[in-house]
């Protein structure tokens, strides 16, 4: 499986972006797909996940309300709508997958083997 993460760039604070993750190379419909973030000096950050067969979500608390997860089935595609953004969401934002057709959404990084290259989200105050 690979996947290419995009979308990221310089934003103000209150804006938005929309993050990318392209899946290829597997069966999309037995993955669960997922955003981390990582900041210099900070752990990486459970951020969103999908499930792609039952669509089911989660969210990280640090993001709920203001961050969207969805899928588009046809493009193997997912993606991140960030809306009121702020210095805090200033991390390397990677996407990452693993083999999951049942069972609840981990948000745990040591469960998920597949990873992108990360997009950069820049917040500025």
């Known amino acids: 499986v690979q996947l290419q993460a995009s979308g990221g760039g310089l934003v103000q604070a209150g804006g938005s972006l929309r993050l990318s993750c392209a899946v290829s190379g597997g069966p999309s419909v037995n993955h669960a797909v997922g955003w981390f973030r990582q900041a210099p000096g900070k752990e990486r950050e459970f951020v969103a996940a999908v499930k792609w067969r039952s669509g089911e979500k989660m969210y990280g608390d640090s993001v709920k309300g203001r961050f969207t997860i969805s899928k588009d089935n046809a493009k193997d595609t997912v993606y991140l709508q960030m809306n009121s953004l702020n210095a805090d969401d200033t991390a390397l934002y990677l996407c990452?997958?693993?083999?999951?057709?049942?069972?609840?959404?981990?948000?745990?990084?040591?469960?998920?083997?597949?990873w992108g290259q990360g997009t950069q989200v820049t917040v500025s105050s």
């Open positions: 990452a997958a693993r083999e999951q057709r049942f069972g609840s959404i981990y948000t745990s990084r040591t469960n998920y083997p597949y």
